[in-house]
């Protein structure tokens, strides 16, 4: 039985700025100038790990690609200041049997609470995982583009009708979806964007690669959980379920009804660092709630943010 008293407003952040206490909100004041500066050095260092990847990449064997692109990503955690925890229920660090479940794992599952979550799970996975991505990050810039590829295998999909009245082109290796309007929009490009999961999951000869799927569709604050889409359950593989949980020291939310990739990307960046946990268990131990990413979508029409 889903619980009735949690709100959709409670499950989403309206503002950059979360409700704290004054010592926290004193700290942020101080910590601004240097906060500025941190995230101007964490950008540049981006672009350097982004123009070194994309001018060597290319000209590497595939192990040697992956070893690369793994070398980036713990680099990318370490610029972020992101100390990375892999826990089990008690609250106990995992033993490496549980991070060889995870790493070995064909479908794995979690709860969405930020645009970073996919980094977080590719360093514990130790290697590349393939991501359904909305066609909507590659609008976000040459930089934010050109890290999701390298960090994630795309397979890039349209938003959901409810979300938005078109789809743009995809890029890379994308799942190409038929325009249509309405619910049969809608129908099409779930059936197609199953087919290339399908299709992913079937692969051979290649290197093992999980498929990383976040259900509820959107992000939330944590406090809940949105209703979960039942197409990584129509796999006919064993799916493996990850609590996810990032906090912060400063009273930053992670992402906003409103706020684009860019902003989130550099409100992470001001941010002293980050501790992101997983909770590996049989379930994710996160409260459910009745509600979905399309009524999320109707809750920013009724605020007028879309």
Known sequence: MLPTTTHLEDLCSFSALLPSTRARYAALVVYAP?????????????????????????????????????????????????????????????????????????????????????????????????????????????????????????????????HASGSTEPFGRAARVPSAPGARREREGRAAVEGALRRHLRREGEPHEPLLIFPEGSITNGAGLMRFARGAFRLGEEVQPVALRVTCPLPLAHDTLTSSLPRNFARALFQPWHVAEALIAAELGVPATRWSSADKAELKRRYGLL
């Open 34 to 162: 240097l906060g500025f500066v941190v995230a101007v050095v964490r950008l540049l260092l981006c672009l350097l790990v982004a123009v070194t990847h994309l001018a060597v990449a290319p000209f590497l064997p595939p192990a040697t690609r992956a070893i690369l692109e793994s070398a980036a990503v713990r680099a990318m955690t370490l610029i972020g200041g992101v100390r990375i925890r892999l826990q089990t229920p008690g609250g106990a660090a995992a033993s490496p049997r549980v991070a060889e479940r995870l790493r070995h794992a064909r479908v794995v599952v979690g709860n969405h609470v930020t645009q970073f979550d996919s980094l977080f799970l590719r360093v514990w996975c130790g290697g590349s995982l393939a991501v359904p991505v909305r066609e909507t990050y590659a609008k976000s810039g040459w930089l934010l583009l050109h890290l999701t590829r390298m960090v994630v295998s795309p397979i890039w999909t349209p938003p959901p009708a409810s």
